[in-house]
């Protein structure tokens, strides 16, 4: 069975600076999609960032990047010069075939 | 852009209670999937469906039945609704194929309220 944890429940960091959101999985498939999923508030869910197994270059968007590690199925998630507006629930996901399974989510608090 | 349309955006039942939640994918979306995300909790998969065919299920109860219709529009029906059933529900499609294949759009949510 494939799983994703997200060993830190809640995290802070002082607006500007960067802070880094852990995420490891479990699954024997070689072929694969991970992701970072945002929740604020408002309870939508919003892509942060993607990443396709088979490509070794991490993913980067902006302020947002990956640091994947697949032979460690380590899929950390970077945010850099944090804002206020990224307080929110954030959520590490794999998916598998027509599945989308979530680690149990980090609460990310921005400090002015 | 288009996006996941989901209705109703809130829902109040009494327990027992039937309840119908329905999914509009984006356009030219083959695969619908239905979430149940409890107070606190992550999303919990439900089921999904590929080409109006189920694909993939989760933990669905047994009370709950799912299908995609003609137009690709999704309904999930809960039945005997319980308490515990009160939960914000997402709906999610995804299109095989193109540069973003595998990344699953949300919806805004169902939330679901049973008393």
């Known amino acids: 069975a494939q799983t994703v944890t997200q060993s830190q429940p809640e995290m802070s960091v002082q607006e500007a600076e960067t802070v880094t959101l852990s995420c490891t999985y479990d699954?024997?498939?070689?072929?694969?999609?991970l992701f970072w999923y945002k929740q604020p508030p408002s309870r939508q869910m919003i892509l942060v960032i993607r990443q396709e197994a088979y490509k070794q270059q991490n993913a980067t968007e902006n302020r947002f990047s990956v640091n994947f590690q697949k032979a460690a199925k380590s899929f950390s998630l970077k945010i850099s010069d944090s804002q206020l507006g990224d307080a929110a629930m954030y959520f590490c996901?794999?998916?598998?075939?027509?599945?989308?399974?979530f680690g149990a989510g980090t609460i990310l608090r921005v400090k002015s | 852009a288009a996006g996941v349309i989901q209705s109703p955006r809130h829902l109040i039942k009494e327990k027992r209670e039937t309840a119908t939640l329905k999914c509009y994918p984006i356009?030219?979306?083959?695969?619908v999937y239905w979430y149940q995300q409890g107070p606190g909790q992550d999303p919990q998969f439900l089921i999904s469906?590929?080409?109006?065919?189920?694909?993939d299920k989760g933990s669905i109860p047994d009370r709950f039945s799912a299908q995609q219709f003609s137009d690709y529009h999704s309904e999930l029906n809960m039945s005997s609704l319980e308490l515990g059933d009160s939960a914000l529900y997402f709906c999610?499609?995804?299109?095989?194929?193109?540069?973003?294949?595998?990344?699953?759009?949300f919806g805004e949510g169902s939330r679901l309220t049973v008393l």
């Open positions: 469906f590929y080409e109006k065919m189920q694909s």
């Open positions: 699954t024997s498939e070689s072929d694969y999609y």
């Open positions: 999610a499609s995804s299109f095989t194929g193109g540069p973003n294949t595998g990344e699953l759009f």
């Open positions: 996901a794999y998916r598998i075939q027509n599945k989308l399974v």
């Open positions: 356009p030219r979306h083959d695969t």
